[in-house]
């Protein structure tokens, strides 16, 4: 699993180049970075406040680089799988030709899931849902169909290992995107650790 950084193109290049876990930039609404020369995704900022028409103008102004887009959070409503459900009905079509990812809410193991017109699931909601066995459920259903898989909010060496080992394909985190001392932490806990030789008792 590696980490899509919601920064600067600058900065996402010097990240990749200290982390071997940073592959891509996250771009919102919110941010306006640059997409810098790498894959990059864009998300739609809901979890602080979605502003559809600055989405379409962000979608609109990364156009030239499309083929490097790895996909595009439709609009959700936090919490509400089936609101979003609704949204993601009357809102993908405005989206056409780029690759889709649905975020899945609270709730949504009880939801059908629009597999046909999506390109990748990007686990939302919740701490207590993320976390829980029906969003990993569905990270698998994605993967038996060849989904992309995405995780939000991903801070913590516990909840990269978490996810990692459930062979997401990409995560991302607001506090690792801005805090040096979190990615250390992620990177420590990968670094190979020591066997403990086996004491030899004396005959």
């Given at each position: 699993?590696?980490?899509?950084?919601?920064?600067?193109?600058?900065?996402?290049?010097?990240?990749?180049?200290?982390?071997?876990?940073?592959?891509?930039?996250?771009?919102?609404?919110?941010?306006?970075?640059?997409?810098?020369?790498?894959?990059?995704?864009?998300?739609?900022?809901?979890?602080?406040?979605?502003?559809?028409?600055?989405?379409?103008?962000?979608?609109?102004?990364?156009?030239?680089?499309?083929?490097?887009?790895?996909?595009?959070?439709?609009?959700?409503?936090?919490?509400?799988?089936?609101?979003?459900?609704?949204?993601?009905?009357?809102?993908?079509?405005?989206?056409?030709?780029?690759?889709?990812?649905?975020?899945?809410?609270?709730?949504?193991?009880?939801?059908?899931?629009?597999?046909?017109?999506?390109?990748?699931?990007?686990i939302g909601g919740s701490t207590e849902w993320k976390m829980s066995q029906h969003a990993t459920h569905i990270l698998k259903a994605a993967q038996l169909l060849g989904k992309h898989t995405h995780v939000g909010r991903v801070n913590t060496p516990q909840r990269f290992a978490h996810f990692a080992g459930l062979g997401v394909d990409t995560c991302d985190g607001s506090g690792?995107?801005?805090?040096?001392?979190?990615?250390?932490?992620?990177?420590?806990?990968?670094?190979?650790?020591?066997?403990?030789?086996?004491?030899?008792?004396?005959?």
């Amino acid at each position: 699993m590696t980490f899509l950084i919601d920064q600067q193109d600058s900065r996402v290049v010097d990240l990749s180049g200290r982390y071997p876990f940073v592959s891509g930039q996250l771009l919102t609404p919110l941010s306006r970075y640059l997409p810098w020369a790498g894959p990059f995704a864009v998300d739609n900022g809901a979890w602080s406040s979605c502003d559809v028409p600055a989405l379409k103008r962000l979608v609109e102004r990364v156009k030239p680089v499309r083929e490097r887009c790895v996909w595009v959070a439709v609009p959700d409503v936090v919490g509400s799988a089936r609101r979003t459900l609704e949204v993601f009905d009357q809102l993908a079509y405005q989206f056409h030709g780029w690759p889709l990812a649905l975020v899945c809410q609270d709730g949504q193991e009880d939801l059908p899931i629009p597999w046909t017109n999506i390109d990748a699931v990007f686990i939302g909601g919740s701490t207590e849902w993320k976390m829980s066995q029906h969003a990993t459920h569905i990270l698998k259903a994605a993967q038996l169909l060849g989904k992309h898989t995405h995780v939000g909010r991903v801070n913590t060496p516990q909840r990269f290992a978490h996810f990692a080992g459930l062979g997401v394909d990409t995560c991302d985190g607001s506090g690792a995107s801005r805090y040096d001392w979190m990615l250390d932490a992620i990177a420590d806990s990968l670094k190979p650790r020591p066997l403990l030789e086996a004491s030899c008792v004396g005959e």
